[in-house]
């Protein structure tokens, strides 16, 4: 007889087991979940480009505009990360900068750009400005996971990144629009770490005039109903939310000669295992490379760090001679799926 919990549900029902309470527990906890999630998820429409979705490729701005409806919906997983990402950018400016005593000036205020017809041509929603020694100075937060954080230390880094480059986009052309010289990128790691990363708008002018010229083209073409070009780099479109749902650039996605369909649910799922488990392999790959860089000098015997101990002891490896054979190397890539696309970095504000 499995044990029962103590309250029964209601008069003449029979009473509830451990194990059934577990079960409805968790049950609920996850629909409840899922609830809160999907709350906010469905498409939100737009009427111009954003700052913050200013993309390498002009057609996938003007889709994400006219097909707003027709995007491809978010996974429970990513938006799980963006609400998180939001609830801790939230925690930067109250209490975080406001308790370092910074004055906070105008937090999520609207603006809007305009080309010289006065059409909108962009909008956006900078997280604040702070008033420091007499200057304004806008900022954005950005929680970025762990792996990139790291990386992330000036604005050179951004640009060599595929999706954080339009972190200092967003920001400048919140500059340009508040005629303001600096800007600053506050970067979360989603375990409480923070640092700044700061922008000028001196030597960047071309790269606001490319972003702008770039949205008043999208404004055009939603305007005339006309998608603008491919944008033709395989490398972008590989990326892209639209690839395969409302885009189908003239790409051939193999390197061998014509695709083939696998209908195997069991590697279908092994696949999204896989993925989902990137971001927290590239984290342990980053933390293996750390600790075999602080470990390799010392010399052989117990060592504590923290709540860690290190246990050292050094022994000769038997080297081996690999035989001839075959080597199958693989290349896996999504595509497109059921889920879209979006950067390992929090929901852009
Ligand atoms: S698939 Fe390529 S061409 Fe099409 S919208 Fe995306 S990036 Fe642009």
């Not at 790409?251 to 069991?266: N, Q, R, T, V, W």
């Not at 050292?312 to 001679?321: D, I, M, N, S, T």
Request: aromatic content about 6%; glycine content about 8%.
């Amino acid at each position: 007889m499995p044990p029962t919990h103590g309250k029964m549900p209601a008069e003449h029902a029979e009473p509830i087991t451990t194990a059934d309470l577990i079960e409805q527990l968790a049950g609920e906890f996850r629909a409840g979940e899922e609830r809160m999630l999907r709350r906010n998820a469905g498409p939100q429409p737009q009427h111009s480009p954003r700052a913050s979705g200013i993309d390498h490729c002009s057609r996938a701005m003007a889709l994400d505009i006219l097909k707003c409806e027709a995007r491809p919906a978010f996974s429970d997983w990513q938006l799980a990360r963006m609400q998180r990402g939001r609830e801790i950018e939230e925690l930067i400016v109250t209490p975080g900068l406001q308790r370092l005593g910074f004055k906070v000036i105008e937090s999520q205020a609207s603006l809007v750009i305009r080309d010289e017809s006065g059409t909108v041509i962009c909008t956006g929603h900078p997280d604040g400005l702070i008033d420091y020694a007499g200057e304004r100075i806008v900022f954005d937060c950005k929680s970025v996971a762990p792996h990139l954080w790291h990386k992330l230390n000036s604005l050179e880094d951004f640009w060599h990144d595929p999706w954080c480059y339009r972190q200092p986009i967003q920001l400048l052309l919140y500059m340009h629009a508040m005629e303001l010289s600096i800007g600053v990128l506050i970067l979360d790691d989603c375990l409480g770490h923070r640092k700044l990363v700061f922008v000028r708008m001196a030597g960047n002018e071309e790269r606001v005039a490319a972003a702008l010229r770039k949205c008043s083209l999208v404004v055009e073409a939603v305007k005339n109903h006309e998608l603008p070009d491919y944008c033709g780099d395989p490398a972008v479109c590989r990326r892209c939310r639209w690839c395969g749902h409302g885009c189908e650039p003239p790409l051939d996605y193999s390197e061998s000669g014509g695709i083939k369909i696998i209908s195997d649910e069991e590697l279908e799922h092994a696949l999204r295992v896989r993925e989902s488990n990137r971001e927290p392999a590239k984290d342990a790959a980053w933390a293996e490379r750390i600790i075999g860089k602080a470990i390799k000098p010392l010399a052989d015997g117990d060592y504590l760090c923290g709540p860690f101990r290190l246990a050292l002891k050094r022994w000769q490896r038997k080297g081996y001679v690999v035989q001839d054979g075959e080597v199958l190397r693989k290349k896996i890539e999504r595509i497109a799926d059921d889920v879209s696309q979006t950067p390992p970095v929090s929901a852009a504000s």
